[in-house]
């Protein structure tokens, strides 16, 4: 295969440095360091982890970043983008912080964590994992956040598993400083969240979507989908990353396969007309109504 040319960035009011795809990081266990270095050397410049033990590996995440930088990757280079797990999405024998201790502690302490994890002194990003169980509560988590903030040991805020727009409107409305990321499971059941991709980019925010090829393996095997990638000399997967990226989406890949972060990275190299991108489209609408049905 063809050297990829260098992932496109854009632009956007909230960080012009976060990458168009990100390198997830969960349930990679112990094969986390050698994994990220490896999706760093390749090319990757985004990576996705939580303060989260149940599900992430966040110091072999550091690990990976670590022997990952040299003479021609920087710190400066990488997107680092961690997450505020709430006491409800973590396990109970290995909760990174003190658990009776006030929101803003809590918050507080597993930035500490994060950071000694992955050897920095500031995140580009830090993701409130989920909303907690009451609107009160979720402010309350969002003001500790903005602190660290204005602390300086982050430098953006984002919001994940939002899944209802209200709940979004909510926390934009209410925050000093804004969310620029909402990074949401990528499914027919909330109808692949077109109502909070479009808020998003009214609002100057990203969408970062998971479970992007997961949940959709009916969508990725129809013909629509196949035809095209046939047409480019592509695989499925890459014609549906490359239309969400086109579309203002950034997919995070959690691939363990070398061959599959090459073509992740490759869907630069290509472009999708605006037909094909309608016929993309129309598959996931077709996917939406069947999930309804």
Known sequence: MRASKAPETRESACDPHMPPIIYGTAWKKGATG??????????????????????????????????????????????????????????????????????????????AVSLRHLHTDYLDCLVLHSPLPTAQLTLEAWRAMESLVAGGGVRHLGISNCQRLAQLEA???????????????????????????????????????????????????GPAIGALAARHGRTPAQILFRHLTLSGVVPLTGTRSEDHMREDLAIFDFELSESERATVDSALEAAGRDHQA
């Open 34 to 111: 050698g994994l990220v270095a490896t999706a760093i050397r390749l090319g990757f410049r985004g990576i996705d982890t939580a303060c989260q033990p149940k599900h992430y590996d966040e110091a072999g995440v550091g690990a990976g970043v670590a022997a990952a930088l040299g003479a021609t990757v920087s710190r400066a280079d990488l997107f680092l983008q961690s997450k505020f797990t709430p006491v409800s999405g973590q396990d109970p024998a290995t909760i990174p912080y003190d658990p009776d201790a006030p929101i803003q502690r809590q918050v507080a302490e597993s930035l």
């Open 171 to 221: 926390i934009v409305d209410s925050a000093r400083v804004k969310p620029i990321v909402v990074q949401n499971r990528f499914q027919a059941a909330t109808g692949f969240d077109r109502a909070i991709r479009a808020y998003c980019i009214s609002h100057g925010m990203r969408y970062q979507s998971f479970w992007t090829l997961t949940a959709n393996p009916h969508v990725l095997a």
